[in-house]
């Protein structure tokens, strides 16, 4: 009974962390016209300009932020986080820099350079 439970335990760390693992590595995309800038999978570009992306995410919270699997990926791709402002984030890598607002379920990635 107890080598069951430990089977059983075992498997359910090992599904989720798979599950994560699915969730936070394949969620996101790079965009070259934002210098390989992460963006959600999932979120639908709603507005496009030259320095400007739009998107509508229903992960976006203004009061949170991007959720922690996000940040988790930005940091993993070399973004270095610059500064945070009510729900602007700015973010670094080399000498690119990008913005990103983020409002319920709206998400604005601007490009500073």
């Given at each position: ?21 699915h969730?936070?590595?394949f ?12 963006v ?5 570009l ?16 203004e009061e ?5 699997g996000?940040?988790f990926?930005?940091?993993r ?10 729900s ?11 913005s990103?607002i983020?409002t319920n ?9």
């Amino acid at each position: 009974m107890r080598k069951k439970a430990i089977w059983l335990v075992s498997a359910i760390v090992v599904v989720c962390g798979l599950f994560f693992y699915h969730q936070t590595y394949f969620s996101y995309k790079t965009l070259n016209e934002l210098h390989h800038f992460p963006v959600p999978r999932y979120a639908k570009l709603v507005d496009k300009s030259n320095i400007a992306y739009g998107f509508n995410w229903p992960q976006a919270k203004e009061e949170d932020g991007i959720p922690y699997g996000y940040k988790f990926i930005l940091k993993r791709n070399g973004w270095v986080q610059t500064l945070r402002e009510g729900s602007l984030t700015e973010y670094q890598k080399g000498d690119h820099r990008i913005s990103l607002i983020c409002t319920n379920q709206y998400l604005k990635i601007l490009l500073q350079t």
